[in-house]
């Protein structure tokens, strides 16, 4: 378990601007602009299988071993009066809706460089797209398991139609979801004239799975067998429904990649003098932000209503900001949609009963310090322990200690070493631990991306003496293989591709991800010691096998530590 934590009152206020959003946007945002995506049909071919959803028909495109039917709406536009309001229905349409195009992405952080009023995405943007594997084998009693992906991009980047789902449902012989959801001052914003409001872009999330329980019979899933999955800023949103009241029965598995509800970075993490982070804020530190920045948008009326009126005729661009994204990135608790802090929330044992896999990559933190050495390098043992003393003030020297420069080829792999550690792994471990205390009869998988040598994704910087290794969202291609990359996978990288398929779609399939053809994946046990194995998942022999993270990642004493960097 982890320590007894600073105060919630301390921690990061909203609308302090760091510099982690960005670069976790950035990353979303180099996948959404060189992924490939599912080869569709020319807009003048009418031909592909047609499926009836619950609002009309919908025209898919044939990809052989499998087919698409993207751009479906499952909720109303959120735009004028909808605006800020939680997804309404969406409407009903007469004749065959084409559906071999995916729909515009959610209004995203503008990228750097970027023109001001330069707006990427739109308002109009709750849609999904559903991939089903073809030719269709017989269907097994009841249905296909359905996996619904929510994608990462620090909840201010990214969209479902960057990840082409063929692989999974094909190999996997699974109906796979991936979903758009509001982001940045659209999805997170609050204000006291909205009141409890819940946080837009989780119940946009919950309303895609609502979608999806009416829907998955009609493209031959199973709506008792839906397993939500997803990266980072998706890991995430998972980590809110599992203890939302209001996500019950939506669904019945869950797969949580590099993001946790123990998840933080400390003071300086990615430059220095930057402040601590956490994903989630408290209801009114939202609503206090929102206030202010109602004000600087001339919004100064004398009732709460009329401000938000007032806001809600702002235009996109107007609003579509950088200093407005940034400022509501973070979903907001003590709503009804989620009553606590996950954190809190798992720890007081208030969480679906659901399988679960959890995992991280093992140099997380490089891909998020190569992103940042341009602008704020760490070239000398003196210039890490400047970076340290910043982050953990008064352990610095403890730290310091346990990952010396000299241990690591540059100083920043060892910045990037211990962030990883203290930020990532070591609080996933907690987050599991947690579960197992409270819910020990429930299965719990725990993984560790190790692959050394992953291809690098397009567009991140080539840096001497600083090789990104299993670095945060480099397991995304072994799974989706439109997430481009400087190189395509060996060959044994695809066979390592193949088996991670294998074992998510099982667990959808069953609720565990192990199958005879497979090396076997050890469950966590509530009752065994806190340095059981994970399954370490890396190509070549002996490259799939338990290992234990909790040592090499220096978890006890992470945990003698506490939540230092934190205020």
Known sequence: MPPTTTPRSRRRRGG???????LLCALAGLIAATAVPAAGLPAADFGGPVVRTDHGPVRGAAHGGYA??????????PVGRLRWQPPAPATAWHGVRDARTA?????????PGTAPGAVTGSEDCLYLNVTVPTPAPARPAGGRPVLVWLHGGAFLGGSGGDYDAGRLAARGDAVVVTVNYRLGIFGYFGHPGLGSAPPFGLA???AALRWVRANAVRFGGDPDRVTLAGES????GICAHLTSPAASGLFQRAVLQSGSCSMSFPRGALAPGSPAYEPFAAQHEVQAAGAKAAGR?????????EVVACLRRQSTDRLATAELMQSFNRPAYGNALLPMAPEEALEAGRFHRVPLILGTNRDEMRMFVGLSLTAFPIPTADAYRARLA????????????????ADYPTPALAW????????????????GRAVAARAPELPLYRYEFGEPEPPVPSGLPQLADFPYGAAHGFELPFLFPSVPTERPLTDAQLALSGRMVDYWTNFARTGSPNRPDAPLWPALRAAGPRDQPVQSLAAGPGGIRPVDADSAHQCPFWDAVGRTGRS
């Open 103 to 111: 729909a515009p992405r959610c209004v995203q952080m503008p990228a």
């Open 16 to 22: 302090l601007l760091t510099a982690l959003p960005a």
């Open 416 to 431: 990037a070493a211990a962030l990883t550690d203290r930020s990532l792994t070591c609080t996933t471990l907690a987050s």
């Open 297 to 305: 948008l001339g919004c100064t009326a004398e009732h709460d209503e």
């Open 68 to 77: 698409t039917f993207e751009g479906i709406p499952y909720a109303a536009p």
């Open 233 to 236: 800023a998706g890991a995430l």
């Open 204 to 206: 946009d999330q919950q």
């Open 390 to 405: 910043d982050a953990f003030g008064s352990a610095a020297a403890a730290v310091e200690a346990r990952y010396p420069a």
